[in-house]
């Protein structure tokens, strides 16, 4: 009787502890593994943006030199830079601490196979950017930024962003 009950005990705290390195295992390679509150990240639209209060405006367009666009959509707008929260990607933490507190971004449909790279001469008007986004210390464009367009079903054009 007495080894049944001390096999039983251990079984369940061989259980517990199962239980518990599992969520420590978890923990290590989920949120807390990636550290995803340490990069700087953007919205994927306007809504999301007022949602998490960092929009700051719209911004003006215009695509010339257009070919194959049929059903794309593209609205660039300004927003304050800023990362998730420790435990949350639902909280928001604003860069108060950065050089370029605001972000250039767009909303555009996902759904084709379109990339949109600035040039790499508008780059440099710009505070600072990457391939895609372009970073700014005012929240406002100095100068007018183009986009190269280019699809896979051979769509192509330019978008003048002001």
Known sequence: ???????????????????????????????YGYQKWKYRVHTSNI????????FVRELKYKIIDSANLKGFYFKPYIEKGFRYG??????TRIDTYTKYPYNLNY????????????????????????VVWGY?????????????INGAGNEKGIIKIW
């Not at 809504?47 to 960092?54: A, G, I, L, P, T």
């Not at 700014?136 to 190269?148: E, F, G, P």
Request: net charge positive; hydrophobic share 35%; glycine share 4%.
């Open 1 to 31: 009787m007495k080894k049944g009950i001390i096999i039983f005990i251990s079984i369940i705290l061989f259980s517990v502890l199962l239980y518990y390195s599992f969520g420590i295992f978890s923990s290590s390679v989920g949120w």
């Open 47 to 54: 809504e999301k943006s007022k949602q998490r209060k960092v």
């Open 86 to 91: 420790y435990h949350s990607m639902e909280e």
């Open 107 to 130: 909303e555009r449909n996902k759904n084709d196979s379109i990339s949109l790279d600035i040039f790499p001469q508008d780059k440099k008007k710009l505070d600072s950017s990457d």
């Open 136 to 148: 700014l210390k005012q929240s406002y464009l100095q100068d007018t930024i183009r986009i190269k």
